[in-house]
Nanobody, 126 residues
Framework: QLQLVESGGGLVQPGGSLRLSCTAS????????IAWFRQAPGKEREGVLC????????NYADSVKGRFTISRDNAKNTVYLQMNSLKPEDTAVYYC???????????????????WGKGTLVTVSS
């Protein structure tokens, strides 16, 4: 069964850290670039960062650059999102998504994703 499953969301105070995981099954994981999207209340979903299929390259939106880090372990079919220095404006449902190959990630083009997870909620609040 093909799926992406996010985990690790929760409530954290401003300035805190959280690590999300995205575990894949049902497809050849290391052929796919992976992105993290987020959708804040009342806003459109946006792509925030991605990693190429091999893990050698990443792409970050300016809003998270220097605070968030994406990594992957192809042996575990898992991508990680380490979030540091969290701000209230980071509150959102976070989704991981996969698209075949990696050129889309290198150019920061977060559309045409092949597979999606159901999301995990991150709330940054005191």
């Amino acid at each position: 069964q093909l799926q992406l499953v996010e985990s690790g969301g929760g409530l954290v105070q401003p300035g805190g850290s959280l690590r999300l995981s995205c575990t894949a099954s049902g497809f050849t994981f290391d052929n796919y670039g992976i992105a993290w999207f987020r959708q804040a209340p009342g806003k459109e979903r946006e792509g925030v960062l991605c990693i190429t299929s091999s893990g050698s390259d990443t792409n970050y939106a300016d809003s998270v650059k220097g605070r968030f880090t994406i990594s992957r372990d192809n042996a575990k079919n898992t991508v990680y999102l380490q979030m540091n220095s969290l701000k209230p404006e980071d509150t959102a449902v976070y989704y991981c998504a996969a698209q075949y190959a990696s050129r889309w990630c290198l150019s920061g083009k977060y559309y045409g994703m092949d597979y999606w997870g159901k999301g995990t909620l991150v709330t940054v609040s005191s």
